[in-house]
């Protein structure tokens, strides 16, 4: 942690450390902003803490899942569904699950780094289909920062030219694998697109960090530096301008305001003493994650703003939407027995199916994108999870091991990831009884799919099941039933969890405008996930990102102008 000055006035104040923090850190210290960071979490040495090329006979646990390792303790991020101190509530009936980072990066240490643009369909639904809203920007308004992102980040993938799918500017895209090169031929007998993966791994050098090696691990952190997280890509930079203090162990606890209304700093809790704090700034921004920022703005209550901070529209929390995902794994009778070779790849598939249908011939007004999963990782605690899946698997000694090696990447899968319709049942709001262990005031979440979303995991499930069946192969479970909601993962399961400070022109339907700045407090910005007016079938980092970017050049803009 480095030394606070309670006495500076900084020109800006960001909450929290990882993709739209961690953004708005790289382009404010760069145009010279002298930028306090205040993050939850502990600090994280990429090269000196990751556990990139542990073998699990090194751990006791040989890689098993720990309280705040809930992926295994390999795994880059710390964090999890449960904090120990920091309870969340559910409202009766909801099924919601918060999964929250706490360390320097925040999820970006062991993201999936699918790293898909918008397209401009995404930001006009409305005008589209009458579902939802529009955005109050276009593609063509964030298309020059997701170029920035690209050639910052780095990407890879290939010019499809795609409609609704933008290709970035990609580096060349990994080979595809053997098992991935089988479901691609399935995939085109089905007439879905299945195209290369769009990852933010490098595999080309660029701006010093090392191409990818293919040790297959990105979600445990690269040692290297050859994938994309905010602590290995946009943190140094900011650190080296001079221009960031970063105080980690800092849970912000409300924002400050003066008596014009205008945002004057953070007040946090020092984990490590529990002492309370407060920085002064000329410009707050919140990147907490979108429901950690609606909380603080909830939090941040005061008599001129009794229902919260930048919510005279009552709209903070609101709209809150997470990804629609199902999966379906099957064994490939065809993969068992196969001459060994080679798999090496990155950490993550080389292949991905973007959204191929029309859905004005659907009975689901929005799309899907499908994720693969299969092939030949090392084997760890959990390996193949339940053998006895597998016909005649399973048993003791020797027929046991015979049976792991007879079918050891012999699986593949399929995750859907779909677009959510926002809807007003689903939101977070503070429990009027419920507090952390600093005594702040906790969300409590509602929750409700529309028959839009399951529909669209209907529609999901039995590709899927196609898939399997046009590879000659055998699937795990049965096609889960209506009453089951055909398999559809509860709520913030995806941990894609946008909207809960949206943007838009209207200061009664809208938390922030087109810029993220708040409509009631011009000094006050939000850069993570809060802003999004609408999911997309897309994972949503890529455009936290330039997003983030948009913004902090708006703020540095407006700072030289004089406004802000
Ligand atoms: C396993 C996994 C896989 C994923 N895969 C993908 C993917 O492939 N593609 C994709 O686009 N997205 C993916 N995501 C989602 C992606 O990680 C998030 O969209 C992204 O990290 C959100 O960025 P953020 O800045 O809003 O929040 P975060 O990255 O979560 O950062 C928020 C930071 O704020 C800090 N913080 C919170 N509250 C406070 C407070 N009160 N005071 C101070 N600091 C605070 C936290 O400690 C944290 O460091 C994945 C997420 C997970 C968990
Ligand atoms: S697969 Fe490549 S990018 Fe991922 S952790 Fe290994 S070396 Fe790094």
């Not at 906790?442 to 929750?447: E, I, P, Q, S, T």
């Not at 939000?526 to 936290?544: L, R």
């Amino acid at each position: 942690m480095q030394k606070v000055s309670q006495r500076k006035t900084y020109d800006v104040c960001i909450v929290g450390s990882g993709a739209g923090g961690g953004m708005a850190a790289y382009v404010l210290t760069q145009a010279g902003a002298d930028v306090i960071m205040l993050e939850a979490g502990g600090m994280w040495d990429l090269a000196k803490d990751s556990a990139m090329l542990e073998w699990p006979y090194e751990s006791p646990r040989r890689g098993a899942s720990t309280k705040d390792h809930p992926f295994g303790e390999f795994d880059g991020c710390i964090g999890g569904w449960d904090i120990e101190g920091e309870p969340y509530a559910r409202a009766a009936g909801t099924q919601f699950d918060w999964w929250r980072a706490r360390m320097l990066g925040g999820r970006t240490n062991h993201w999936g780094r699918i790293s898909l643009r918008f397209g401009p369909d995404d930001f006009q639904r409305r005008n589209l289909d009458g579902l939802g809203d529009n955005w109050p920007i276009t593609y063509a308004d964030v298309a020059p920062y997701y170029d920035r992102v690209d050639r910052l980040v780095g990407v890879f993938g290939s010019k499809e030219g795609l409609h609704n799918h933008p290709d970035s500017i990609f580096l060349p895209p990994p080979t595809p694998r053997c098992w991935e090169l089988m479901v691609k031929q399935a995939a085109d007998r089905l007439r879905i697109t299945c195209i290369p993966s769009r990852l933010s791994i490098l595999t080309e050098s660029i701006h010093g960090r090392a191409a990818c090696h293919h040790c297959g691990q990105c979600n445990r952190g690269c040692k290297t530096n050859s994938n994309f997280s905010s602590t290995g890509v946009l943190i140094p930079p900011a650190m080296a301008t001079g221009k960031l203090t970063l105080v980690t162990n800092a849970m912000a606890r409300e924002v400050t305001t003066d008596a014009r209304g205008l945002a004057t700093g953070v007040s946090y809790v020092n984990k490590l003493t529990g002492a309370d704090e407060h920085v002064n700034a000329r410009v707050v921004v919140l990147a907490a994650s979108a429901c950690e920022s609606a909380r603080l703005l909830l939090n941040s209550r005061s008599s001129r703003f009794s229902h919260g901070l930048a919510n005279s529209s009552g709209v903070v929390g609101k709209y809150l939407t997470d990804t629609t995902g199902t999966d379906v794994g099957g064994y490939i009778p065809k993969m068992v027995d196969h001459v060994p070779h080679n798999e090496d790849g990155v950490g993550g598939a080389h292949l991905y199916m973007p959204w191929w249908l029309d859905n004005r011939k659907l009975d689901f007004p929005r799309g899907y994108h499908i994720e693969l999963w299969g092939g030949l990782g090392v084997p760890a605690y959990g390996f193949m999870g339940g053998i006895q899946r597998y016909p005649s698997g399973g048993g003791y000694g020797k027929s046991l091991k015979d049976d792991y090696r007879k079918y050891y990447g012999a699986t593949v899968g399929f995750s859907g990831r779909g677009e959510m319709i926002p809807n007003e049942e689903s939101y977070c709001e503070l429990d009027p009884g419920v507090v952390d262990q600093w005594g702040i005031p906790v969300l409590r979440f509602h929750w409700k799919w529309s028959d839009h979303e399951y529909k669209q995991v209907k529609h999901m499930q039995e590709t899927f099941r196609s898939l399997v069946a046009q590879m000659g192969g055998e699937v795990f479970s049965p096609m889960p039933s209506k009453e089951e909601g055909y398999g559809i993962a509860a709520g913030g399961q995806i941990i894609h969890e946008l909207g809960t400070t949206r943007m838009g022109n209207d200061p009664a339907r809208s938390v922030l405008n087109a810029h993220g700045q708040a409509h009631d407090v011009k000094n006050l910005f939000v850069v993570d996930g809060g802003p999004f007016v609408s999911q997309a079938d897309k994972n949503p980092t890529w455009t936290i990102l330039a997003l983030s970017w948009r913004t902090s050049e708006y703020i540095a803009d407006q700072r030289k102008q004089g406004v802000v």
